[in-house]
């Protein structure tokens, strides 16, 4: 009895340190459980996030990264999703024989989740805790080739008449004009049309303009739209100003208009005068150059209006452009888009531009250069009518190709603040009825275009070439890309 009265509690004891034993296997077995479930759960979201990422194809970051997201957040409501990133790679791969594009999507993640249980209530126990996404999935959407609609909008400017190389090939205008001439006979060549693909292409020249029929006269023709001089009613509106007249007197005959109504030409009004006065002044504090007498200065530029009206083609309104010869162009600088018709538009074809003959000259604006391309690629629609070739329209490719060998000149802002104010967001927007999406390529010929802001924040992929023998190669690179349009998309182990 004495033994059994000294074991009195023990039994209480033993059991409550077998409680705590038991309850925090229970923990680790509920948490353990909870932990494996959950991982699953995120691998499944991924590999979702993944899949979808692929099938959409969007090769901006920002736009990949907030679709993962979206999906690892519906798949996982009650988990915390922090950092999110898509990777992305292209390459080759050989299927059925055949070569083909892909592009190549893997998503990174980690989340935050809340602890289930504390069963031994300390106080310092996480009561979160974070956790890397577990992917081993990787997918690929592979493109097949397509009917597909190339407008080149390509760099004329002067500087395309310097040498690139000490290879023979000549200049650097040369160089490009034997390449797309090549690229255009491979495309339309009878071998591709046996194969059920009809290819368009188009030709966009551009120096400090386009130039553009109009009227039976080549013009030096501007998309831009303009803000006003002056105010009340003493306001000239930009476009109301005859640069086609004016565009033919002398810097003098401008100066003598604006300071006496007298001194003006039969026609011509000293309030025009001034405003143009005040439009080549602009030009010379944009451009920083003393003596600048350009149209266009970038701070006359509604960027606004420029955007939201891309699709509209100045060419109606004749007046606002100058005759493209040398006489046309003499109140302007040297520079201006004058080199007695050199170059011109070339519409959407099944034939190849006949290029040739074009030559180069003057300054750099290639916003003009895009704008009038992605008009010539949109006017590849005007003429259909029926359904079934409404249909047919939407499954081609589209791409615009922007070859330019240097930095935009003597405005060196305006390109980059149209694309700040959306135009290269804008001209996508019109193409999105396609199955894929409008691909802008740019190629800077023995030129750092991939450093150049508007460039980054615009095209699709951008290949600087340094040496002529690679330009042709890079050209076809772009171009497979954007023949493409999506096809199979599927889903690998990473891991095997």
């Known amino acids: 009895m004495k033994y059994l009265k000294k074991q009195k509690g023990v039994a ?30 995120l691998a499944d979201a991924s590999e979702a996030a993944t899949l979808a990422v692929a099938i959409a194809n969007r090769s901006n970051q920002a736009d990949a990264d907030k679709m993962a997201r979206d999906y690892l957040e519906q798949y996982l409501p009650n988990v915390a999703i922090n950092d999110v990133n898509v990777v992305r790679k292209e390459g080759q791969d050989e299927i059925d024989g055949n070569t083909l594009y892909y592009v190549q999507y893997e998503v990174e993640a980690n989340a935050t989740f809340d602890a289930q249980m504390n069963f031994l209530g300390n106080e310092n126990t996480a009561t979160t805790e974070a956790r890397s996404v577990n ?43 034997e390449q797309v001439e090549i690229i255009s006979a491979d495309l339309l060549s009878s071998s591709a049309t046996n194969a059920g693909y009809a290819h368009r292409i188009g030709f966009v020249p551009y120096n400090l303009r386009t130039q553009e029929t109009i009227a039976g006269t080549r ?57 143009i006065s005040d439009i080549f002044l602009k030009s010379a504090n944009d451009s920083g150059i003393k003596s600048g007498y350009w149209p266009d200065p970038s701070s006359y530029v509604d960027y606004a209006s420029t955007v939201a009206n891309w699709n509209i083609s100045k060419t109606s309104i004749a007046s606002l452009h100058p005759d493209a010869t040398s006489r046309g162009t003499t109140l302007f600088s040297a520079g201006m888009c004058g080199g007695d018709e050199s170059f011109y538009t ?4 099944l034939q190849s531009p006949e290029i040739n003959k074009m030559e180069a000259n003057g300054g750099t604006a290639v916003y003009q250069g895009l704008i009038r391309g992605a008009q010539i690629l949109a006017e590849g629609k005007s003429t259909l009518e029926d359904q079934e070739q409404l249909e047919k329209y939407n499954e081609r490719s589209q791409m615009l190709l922007i070859l330019s060998d240097g930095q935009e000149s003597p405005f060196t802002k305006t390109f980059s603040s149209l694309v700040d104010h959306g135009l290269c967001r804008n001209i996508r927007e019109h193409f999105n009825g396609h199955d894929s999406p409008l691909y802008i390529g740019v190629i800077g010929i023995d030129f750092n275009a991939s450093g150049q802001t508007g460039f980054k924040n615009c095209a699709d992929e951008i290949i600087d070439v340094t040496n002529s023998q690679d330009l042709l190669d890079k050209i076809q690179e772009l171009i497979q890309k954007g023949a493409a349009t999506n096809g199979v998309s599927r889903l690998y182990d990473k891991t095997l």
Not at 346 to 349: D, M, N, R
């Open 12 to 41: 209480i004891i033993v059991v409550a340190l077998s409680m705590v034993a038991i309850g925090g296997m229970a923990q680790l077995a509920i948490e353990g459980g909870r932990i494996i479930q959950e991982s699953n759960r």
């Open 135 to 177: 992917n081993d999935a990787m997918a690929r959407t592979y493109m097949l080739p397509s009917d597909l609609d190339l407008v080149f909008v390509a760099d004329f400017s002067g500087s395309m008449n310097y040498s690139w190389d000490k290879q023979g090939k000549g200049t650097k205008l040369d160089v490009l004009k």
């Open 219 to 275: 013009r030096c023709v501007t998309e831009l739209e303009y803000a006003s001089y002056g105010s009340g009613n003493s306001k000239v509106h930009y476009q109301d100003i005859d640069w086609l007249s004016w565009g033919t007197q002398s810097t003098s005959k401008l100066s003598s208009c604006k300071n006496n109504q007298r001194n003006c030409p039969s026609g011509y009004q000293q309030s025009h005068a001034k405003a």
């Open 346 to 349: 070339i519409p959407l074809s």
